[in-house]
C-alpha cells in the first residue's frame, strides 16, 4: 500500500465552523506533513511530525490544529478560519529526508 | 528563511521542443527533490539529488545537482504532451526533521 488517503476531498465551511481534515497511511512513515496551496502556487509547510511528536510548526496561525493520534493518522482541525484560508491542504508522509508521499487533497472553501 | 526559486514560472514549447527549469536556494541544501504535479493533481515525486555536482536521467529527463548545492536543473528532451503539469523542486535543509520547502514552480505547457 503506497497511497496517503485524505478526507475530506472538497469542504465548504463558515468562519464559525469547526472541522477536521484527515490523513492516514499505512507505509510505515514516521514522518507526516501539513502543506497548504493556493492555487498557481507551490505547497506551503506548515506542520511536520516526526514520530508522532510536532517537530516543525511553520508560524502557522492558532486557528489551525494539528494532532497525530498515531503513526498512521494525522488529523488538522480547523476553527473560526478565514476566506483567505481557502485552499488546497495537502498531507504527505515519507521516511526520514526520502521522497514525499502525497495525499490528493482536501480542497477547502471558507465562507 | 530558506527561500527556493525557480525560473521561469511557465513556459510554452511545441511537441518535441526541449525544455529547461531552474532552481536556486539562498542557502546549501542537504538534498534537493523534484516533484511534478499535473494539472488538478497532487506532487508526484521525480527523484533526488544528494551529492554535489551529482547528475541523474530518467528516459527524456536529465537532472543536476550543483557543485555547491544550492542550485538545481531538470531537463526534458523532446517534450511530449504527457509532460504537461507544473515542475517543482523542493530543498531539504536538513536537520534533525526533514524540512522540505518547495520552489515556485515552473508550469510547462505543451502545444501538440
Known amino acids: 500500500d503506497t497511497e496517503v488517503t485524505q478526507t475530506p476531498k472538497h469542504l465548504v465551511m463558515g468562519m464559525t465552523n469547526k472541522k477536521s481534515l484527515k490523513c492516514e497511511q499505512h507505509?510505515?512513515?514516521?514522518?507526516m506533513y501539513w502543506y497548504k496551496q493556493k492555487a498557481k502556487k507551490p505547497p506551503e509547510l506548515m506542520f511536520v511530525?516526526?514520530?508522532?511528536?510536532?517537530?516543525i510548526n511553520e508560524s502557522v496561525p492558532s486557528r489551525f490544529s494539528p494532532e497525530c493520534p498515531n503513526s498512521s493518522l494525522l488529523n488538522l482541525h480547523l476553527h473560526a478560519l478565514q476566506p483567505e484560508d481557502s485552499a488546497l491542504y495537502l498531507c504527505?508522509?515519507?521516511?526520514?529526508?526520502?521522497?514525499?508521499?502525497f495525499g490528493s487533497g482536501t480542497q477547502l472553501s471558507v465562507l | 528563511g530558506q527561500q527556493v526559486m525557480q525560473i521561469p514560472q511557465y513556459q510554452h514549447v511545441q511537441e518535441g521542443e526541449d525544455f529547461t527549469t531552474y532552481c536556486n536556494s539562498s542557502?546549501?541544501?542537504?538534498?534537493i527533490q523534484w516533484y511534478k504535479q499535473r494539472p488538478g493533481g497532487h506532487p508526484v515525486f521525480l527523484i533526488q539529488?544528494?551529492?554535489?555536482?551529482e547528475v541523474k536521467k530518467q528516459k527524456r529527463l536529465t537532472f543536476q545537482f550543483g557543485e555547491a548545492k544550492k542550485n538545481s536543473s531538470l531537463h526534458i528532451t523532446a517534450t511530449q504532451t504527457t509532460d504537461v503539469g507544473t515542475y517543482f523542486c523542493?530543498?531539504?535543509?536538513?536537520?534533525?526533521?526533514?524540512?522540505?520547502?518547495f520552489g515556485t514552480g515552473t508550469l510547462l505547457a505543451v502545444q501538440p
Open positions: 504527505a508522509s515519507s521516511q526520514e529526508s526520502e521522497k514525499l508521499f
Open positions: 511530525y516526526s514520530y508522532e511528536k510536532l517537530s
Open positions: 523542493a530543498g531539504d535543509y536538513g536537520g534533525a526533521t526533514n524540512k522540505l520547502i
Open positions: 507505509m510505515g512513515h514516521r514522518a
Open positions: 542557502t546549501t541544501l542537504s538534498n
Open positions: 539529488l544528494v551529492k554535489s555536482g
